[in-house]
């Protein structure tokens, strides 16, 4: 046997998987789908929560300084005034003159070859006219302009001006607003930090790469209060917990890559940025971010509501508003580079093999339980017994008698499960009563192991 993982993985190999195996279908499907939205199967539900509750463990559980939030995505109006949104969340936007359709101008600069980071919307155009870019369709440019992002919608039934909100483009609003519940509330020790995990909603001009770039996302976002004095201490902390999780996740460091942004680049909130990018095969992205914020969200807050958003410190020193340090990943974009680094083919007995190489911890099946036969009573009965067991014990367990057992390891293996349970004619009698065979999805070697020990191996190895 051996491995093949300097092969490189296509976009379309991912796909593919997803959608035969029960990851990831387009979204409305059989009505011929909507662009930017996917909806998550069986296995893709559950591996994404595993990740989910992964990071939450390491980045708010096992902390003493952390709290959990989970905010409303529909917030006042005057929330998205405050945090820059309504003026600010753009993206550059240009129209094919003959079919209307509109495409991102920095994606279509980026895909004739240019590197528009850094340009204004008026070089990016003068750039489309000098080097007489087409639409995809072959057609000529229209005007550039700038496209904001938000979904309005209106609450209530009179549809005036009072009654816009939006989808949240963000979580970190939600818990910027909140900060003064959660101080009033806990009275927590600077530096502590609020954790959220949930929806967010963006009006991207032309989703693309899978699951990669949406339009309805789900973020896992940290905001961290602190005096602004001790801001980069801070900063290195979260580094290091976001290259641990990268570590447990079993994404290669060798695909990941920290982009410092310059001055010229970053957010208008931020006075400092560090992209986390992974070589996906269309390139190296970014897979999620830490930001400096300073204190210019609490201060906007405290600035258009009108409500103190100060903290005022336990040894009676002068109350202050605190400074911020931002770890923000989307999930989406996570599952994406966690499917294509355990991505792996190699060669069983001749034969090609594809399978998923995810770490144990984050598989969405541990375990699958067979009987050698289906058409056997005994190995069915003593198999469901184990099934049982196991399910209780582990949860995440299938049972699998769909054809013969050697399709039923390539199966298992291809979504990743570590562990294949056989229970045969030896479990039921002779030297070997109360054992049974365990497959090891890397390896595809075999060892009997006492049923009463199952749990445990699995677990530690």
């Given amino acids: 046997m051996s491995d093949n993982k300097n092969k ?34 069986p296995l893709g539900v559950q591996l994404k929560r595993n990740l989910i509750d992964l990071w939450w463990k390491m980045f708010v559980e096992e902390r003493e300084d952390m709290y959990g939030l989970d905010a409303a995505i529909l917030m006042n109006q005057k929330t998205w005034v405050a945090s820059g949104h309504v003026d600010t969340f753009n993206d550059p936007l240009i129209e094919d003159i003959e079919t209307k359709q509109r495409y991102r101008l920095d994606h279509l600069l980026e895909d004739n070859g240019v590197d528009s980071e850094g340009m204004t919307l008026e070089q990016m155009a003068n750039t489309v006219k000098e080097k007489d870019i087409k639409s995809p369709s072959g057609n000529k440019l229209g005007n550039a302009a700038q496209f904001n992002l938000m979904f309005k919608t209106q609450i209530g039934p009179v549809d005036d001006e009072s009654s816009t909100s939006y989808l ?25 930090g609020i954790g959220q995990v949930g929806k967010a909603f963006r009006n991207e001009i032309s989703p693309r790469d899978f699951i990669f770039r949406l339009r309805e996302m789900e973020q896992m976002e940290v905001e961290y209060f602190v005096q602004p004095s001790v801001w980069e201490d801070a900063f290195e902390d979260w580094r290091n917990t976001i290259n641990n999780f990268y570590e447990v996740l079993g994404l290669p460091k060798s695909k990941i890559v920290e982009h410092e942004i310059g001055d010229e680049d970053r957010a208008h ?11 996906f095969p269309f390139g190296r992205k970014e897979l999620m971010g830490l930001a400096y914020r300073t204190d210019y969200d609490l201060s906007k807050h405290q600035e258009y509501s009108g409500k103190n958003l100060e903290y005022r410190r336990k040894d009676g020193g002068e109350a202050f508003v605190p400074h911020v340090i931002e770890p923000s990943m989307g999930v989406e ?10 991505y792996t083919e190699d ?20 375990v699958a339980v067979s009987p050698l036969l289906k058409n056997k009573p005994e190995l069915v009965e003593k198999a469901r017994e184990v099934y049982k067991m196991l399910k209780k014990e582990i949860g995440n367990v299938m049972w699998d008698d769909n054809g013969n057992i ?44 006492n049923i009463a020990e199952l749990a445990e191996f699995t677990d530690q190895n």
């Fill in 8 to 41: 490189l993985v296509s976009m379309e190999d991912i796909v593919s998987l997803c959608k035969r195996r029960g990851f990831i279908f387009q979204g409305s499907e059989i009505y011929g789908g909507l662009s930017g939205t996917y909806d998550y199967g």
């Fill in 168 to 192: 949240r483009p963000e979580t970190a609003q939600g818990i910027f607003v909140n900060f003064k519940n959660v101080v009033d509330t806990f009275y927590p020790d600077l530096p502590f």
């Fill in 269 to 279: 909130y931020s006075k400092r940025t560090i992209d986390f990018e992974y070589e």
């Fill in 333 to 342: 974009r996570l599952v994406l580079a966690v499917l294509h680094s355990a």
């Fill in 347 to 366: 060669e069983v007995n001749g034969e090609k093999r594809v399978y998923l190489k995810l770490p144990a911890n984050i598989a969405p099946v541990k």
């Fill in 406 to 449: 050697g399709k039923r390891y390539r199966r298992q293996d291809e979504i990743g499960t570590p562990y294949c349970v056989v229970i045969d004619f030896d479990t039921l009698e002779g030297e070997k009563e109360g054992t049974v065979t365990v497959r090891n999805r890397d390896t595809t070697e075999q060892k009997r192991v």
